[in-house]
């Protein structure tokens, strides 16, 4: 789990907060909705269900980075490039969503926001409208790095899959995994390192919190309804320790749900 020690030794600030989060990140590398994404048997409607509140939740997390690109403290580089990260969100990530929906014949509109999607989003708005901008960088920083990590490794680990999967699957894992989101989410983490140096012990104390604090942490993904295969994309964890089970449960589940069903094996872990 730890970052590559050339990395660390340049980055060291945001390879710390990672460190922080170690448990919460293998929590997420195991999880069971992504699990069965990638061995096919996760059931469509829970898929369905997770896209819809990623759109929401994507909506919020867009304007979070729009709001933090009106701080001052920012150069109008760094405000271009902070706007264009949001762009990549409505466009490119909300995009995919979009081409989903058109053959699903859905619309957002279908589900509301999930307590949970509701909670971490207000988060991350509340802590880039009231906090310094060091801190609003580091509250976004693990939506960014976090989907990527999980992308990069399911990348991987299907190239010596030979499970048949749904199309929608293979896509959004060509998504988080590909190199141009990569290549975006180092572009982002250079900006919080840059801050992170900037900034006193304390300040970088509290960006350190906000990558794994509550009111969920946001640096992994958390359950959402009864069924073990549904994920709520607030991009959290549980505030226990991480420790991967339910903290609380949506009021709305997915359209169609099914009875619980054994976890599926984890493939095995990508060096």
């Known amino acids: 789990m730890r970052t590559d020690n050339?990395?660390?030794?340049?980055?060291?600030?945001?390879?710390?907060?990672?460190?922080?989060?170690?448990?919460?990140?293998?929590?997420?590398?195991?999880?069971?909705?992504?699990?069965?994404?990638?061995?096919?048997?996760l059931a469509m409607p829970n898929f369905q269900y997770y896209i819809l509140q990623d759109s929401h939740y994507l909506k919020h997390f867009a304007a979070a980075l729009r709001l933090l690109a009106e701080k001052d403290n920012f150069s109008e580089e760094e405000k271009a490039a902070l706007r264009g990260f949001a762009d990549g969100a409505d466009f490119?990530?909300?995009?995919?969503?979009?081409?989903?929906?058109?053959?699903?014949?859905?619309?957002?509109?279908?589900?509301?926001p999930?307590?949970?999607?509701?909670?971490?989003?207000s988060y991350l708005t509340?802590?880039?409208a009231t906090e310094g901008y060091a801190e609003g960088l580091a509250v976004l920083l693990p939506c960014f790095w976090v989907y990527m990590h999980v992308g990069q490794r399911l990348l991987a680990s299907r190239q010596a899959s030979t499970a048949?999967?749904?199309?929608?699957?293979?896509?959004?894992?060509?998504?988080?995994?590909?190199?141009?989101?990569?290549?975006?989410?180092?572009?982002?983490?250079?900006?919080?390192?840059?801050?992170?140096?900037?900034?006193?012990?304390?300040t970088r104390k509290r960006m350190g919190e906000h990558f794994v604090k509550v009111p969920n942490p946001p640096c992994t993904m958390h359950f959402c309804g009864r069924d073990s295969a549904v994920l709520c994309p607030h991009r959290a964890a549980t505030s226990s320790g991480c420790s991967g089970q339910p903290l609380s449960t949506c009021s709305s589940g997915p359209p169609t749900p099914r009875p619980p069903s054994p976890d599926p094996p984890a493939p095995a872990r990508v060096a």
């Open 6 to 41: 050339k990395i660390r030794m340049s980055q060291p600030h945001t390879a710390s907060m990672w460190d922080l989060a170690t448990d919460c990140i293998v929590a997420t590398e195991n999880h069971p909705f992504l699990m069965s994404m990638l061995d096919g048997s």
């Open 92 to 112: 490119a990530e909300r995009g995919l969503h979009d081409s989903f929906f058109k053959s699903w014949h859905k619309s957002v509109s279908d589900v509301s």
């Open 114 to 121: 999930c307590p949970n999607n509701l909670l971490y989003t």
């Open 126 to 128: 509340s802590v880039v």
């Open 164 to 202: 048949k999967r749904a199309e929608e699957f293979d896509r959004w894992i060509d998504m988080y995994g590909g190199e141009e989101f990569g290549v975006a989410v180092k572009a982002y983490r250079a900006l919080v390192e840059k801050a992170a140096g900037e900034s006193d012990e304390a």
